[in-house]
């Protein structure tokens, strides 16, 4: 998570979503963990996960006032870690 994300202190219980990171850095984080763990994440909805690309204004305004982003699914490391051993994607 520090090379993608800047984040350290990650537990079981991170929600890998919910770190306020960019849609780039989300998109590389899943890439770099579907080809470093070899997972296949075919059937991964990333947009039930993660936000759609969106102008910065409005990306900066969600940021500011959480309320008005849509509720997404958590993705948490332990999920993540399950995910690994399974060596496919499965919806939490």
């Known amino acids: 998570m520090t090379h993608t994300f800047g984040v350290g202190d990650v537990s079981l219980d ?4 919910e770190l306020n990171t960019l849609s780039e850095d989300n ?6 963990f579907q080809n470093e763990f070899n997972v296949n994440m075919e ?3 990333y947009y039930e996960y993660f936000e759609e690309d969106e102008f910065i204004l ?4 969600k940021r500011i006032f959480p309320m008005i982003r849509k ?19 499965f919806d939490p």
Do not use: M
């Open 14 to 17: 991170t929600k890998v979503n």
């Open 71 to 89: 509720k997404k699914k958590p993705l948490k490391v332990k999920h993540l870690l399950s995910v690994i051993r399974n060596g496919k994607w």
């Open 43 to 45: 059937s991964f909805s």
């Open 27 to 32: 998109e590389h984080f899943i890439k770099l």
């Open 58 to 61: 409005l990306s900066v305004l």
